[in-house]
T-cell receptor, first 114, second 116 residues
Framework: GDSVTQMEGPVTLSEEAFLTINCTYT??????LFWYVQYPGEGLQLLLK?????DKGSNKGFEATYRKETTSFHLEKGSVQVSDSAVYFCALSGTQGGSEKLVFGKGTKLTVNP | NAGVMQNPRHLVRRRGQEARLRCSPM?????VYWYRQLPEEGLKFMVY????????ESGMPKERFSAEFPKEGPSILRIQQVVRGDSAAYFCASSLRIAGGRGEQYFGPGTRLTVT
């Protein structure tokens, strides 16, 4: 079945550092890919998405490109802030059975220090 | 426009009791998903419902768990005879159905169930 593997944390960076969180996937067909962010004690918020190969999703300085040849969707940000501290989840949405359920990676906890 | 609402936010049950978790989708959304997040884990899909129909329950445990989404009112996830292993955060998400079937899922704040 479909699966997502993402870099396990925790990741600790200093403010203004460059961020990369790796994500690779296994899926049949052509899934949509997502990055969600979860702040402490809260639900998930969609950060960005891409629905087809070579699409680039971007939001709040974060970017990720749908790479079909490497089955990857790595998250990057050029200069992180303390407020970016959260858990980041990579996910895909397939079409198995038409349910469009999301399949998540285990999450990567990011801590940004001042 | 209010987001996805879940209640209660925190629920404590003793082993053997029943837990009822409620989810009100965003206005206009007719699709509801339930996910479970165990400690230090990602979210795992449980069930997908439309109004009065269960579309996909492939992630639901075979026993003690059930879900419904009636024509009127919130979606309910029901856990009978809870055990300590049921302790987790339960998230609900809702979506619209759009052409191509890729409506974005919006998540609620979750219900944190603790079984003592």
């Amino acid at each position: 079945g479909d699966s997502v593997t993402q870099m396990e944390g925790p990741v600790t960076l200093s403010e203004e550092a460059f961020l990369t969180i790796n994500c690779t996937y296994t899926a049949t067909g052509y899934p949509s890919l997502f990055w969600y962010v979860q702040y402490p004690g809260e639900g998930l918020q969609l950060l960005l998405k891409a629905t087809k190969a070579d699409d680039k999703g971007s939001n709040k300085g974060f970017e990720a490109t749908y790479r079909k040849e490497t089955t990857s969707f790595h998250l990057e940000k050029g200069s992180v802030q303390v407020s970016d501290s959260a858990v980041y989840f990579c996910a895909l949405s397939g079409t198995q059975g038409g349910s469009e359920k999301l399949v998540f990676g285990k999450g990567t906890k990011l801590t940004v220090n001042p | 426009n209010a987001g996805v609402m879940q209640n209660p936010r925190h629920l404590v049950r003793r082993r053997g009791q029943e837990a009822r978790l409620r989810c009100s989708p965003m206005k206009g959304h007719s699709h509801v998903y339930w996910y479970r997040q165990l400690p230090e884990e990602g979210l795992k899909f449980m069930v997908y419902l439309q109004k009065e129909n269960i579309i996909d329950e492939s992630g639901m445990p075979k026993e003690r768990f059930s879900a419904e989404f009636p024509k009127e009112g919130p979606s309910i996830l029901r856990i009978q005879q809870v055990v300590r292993g049921d302790s987790a955060a339960y998230f609900c998400a809702s979506s619209l159905r759009i052409a191509g079937g890729r409506g974005e899922q919006y998540f609620g704040p979750g219900t944190r169930l603790t079984v003592t």
